[in-house]
């Protein structure tokens, strides 16, 4: 979790932001490779004739790589239920009628989430969103006001730089997060992004949409199960954690 006593929206919006007592950003498709500690001893030399033999047989015997294994869906969720409409506007890419559809979950200090963003968001829109197979939801589910307050200015940015001001934000995460002064490293960013001193201020003291982020945030945990970011939701199955595209395509391609 980063300090956020340099970084305060209000006193209510700080207190509305600590409702939930969660686990902070973490990926739990992390895996702690084992090794098997076996010895072998080695056997009596063959002939040459002899091992190339052995060698194309025991080759030819071997099955193929196996593919990426979808895995194992950490829970089931309503899906008309995450459909329906919440207090904001839905954020979201592809055709409303794709086969698929994807709502992740995400906080804007979560370095998990923007390892996401970074590696395999873009390669997923334009395999998946971009050919009308998959409709992609982002969802907000801050877990500190820093995070809430990036959010907000991406809510603030005109509605078509939304996600062009996610990737920002995710892309400087480090500068921002976690500097002494997280308002200033934020108002530099908004700057780029056509906000004003003024709109800037007018944003982040909007305390109707720091609600509405919250209440977001509030259904997620009480009614689909999220506990950490990211967090996807696909086809009424929750997946926590940051997948590789080659793993989110083994669980859309059975679903196309």
Known sequence: ??????????????????VLT?????????????????????????????????????AAEQPATPAVEAPAADGTVDMVAVLEPGPLKEM??????????????????????AAFHAENFKPLVEKYVDTGKVRFILREFPFDPRAAAAIMLA?????NQFF?????????QRNWATAPDGREALLQIARLAGFTQES????????????????????????????S????IINGKRYPGNMSVETMSAIIDPLL
């Open 22 to 58: 969660l686990a902070g950003c973490s990926d739990s498709s992390d895996e702690t490779a084992a090794s098997s500690g076996t010895t072998e001893t080695a056997a009596p030399a063959e002939p040459a004739e002899t091992q190339t033999e052995q060698t194309a047989e025991t």
């Open 229 to 232: 970011t990211p967090s996807f």
């Open 155 to 159: 809510r603030c940015a005109p509605e």
């Open 1 to 18: 979790m980063f300090r956020t006593t340099t970084f305060r929206l209000t006193a209510a919006a700080t207190v509305s932001l600590m």
């Open 200 to 227: 800037f201020e007018a944003c982040l003291t909007n305390q109707k949409l720091l609600d509405d982020v919250n209440a977001v945030k509030t259904k997620a945990a009480n009614e689909f199960g999220i506990q």
């Open 164 to 172: 062009p001001m996610v990737d920002v934000l995710f892309k400087q």
């Open 92 to 113: 979201a890419l592809g055709d409303e009628d794709a086969p698929v559809t994807i709502v992740e979950y995400m906080s804007m200090t979560c370095p998990h989430c």
